[in-house]
């Protein structure tokens, strides 16, 4: 199975930038779309930004503009850069690997992100 361990979450204030990575265990990363997901207390689960293997980008609307999803197939990492950062952004944020050729789906332990305002 493959391990996904997220990075870079913190508190910041409203306005301000975090970057979140996520490094992926294994060596089939390039072969995986990538997701970030949040969570927000009371809240389903949230898609908010995916990127594919072969590097299409896709974002919810109420982040797109203001967050860029990127991939690293070397350093297998997965990059979620956020800027503007509002309140309603606070969740915790969670990375998720994706292959239907190898039946996986993968998660992270997530990693919060508090935006004061």
């Known amino acids: 199975q493959v391990q996904l361990v997220e990075s870079g979450g913190g508190l910041v204030q409203s306005g301000g930038s975090l970057r979140l990575s996520c490094a992926a265990s294994g060596s089939m990363f390039s072969f995986y779309d990538m997701n970030w997901y949040r969570q927000a207390p009371g809240k389903q689960r949230e898609l908010v930004a995916a990127?594919?293997?072969?590097?299409?980008?896709n974002y919810a609307d109420s982040v797109k503009g203001r967050f860029t999803i990127s991939r690293d197939n070397a350093g297998k990492t997965v990059s979620l850069q956020m800027n503007s950062l509002k309140p309603e952004d606070t969740a915790v944020y969670l990375c998720?690997?994706?292959?239907?050729?190898?039946?996986?789906?993968?998660w992270g332990q997530g990693t919060q992100v508090t935006v004061s305002s």
């Open positions: 990127i594919s293997s072969g590097g299409s980008t």
């Open positions: 998720n690997a994706v292959s239907g050729l190898w039946g996986l789906n993968a």
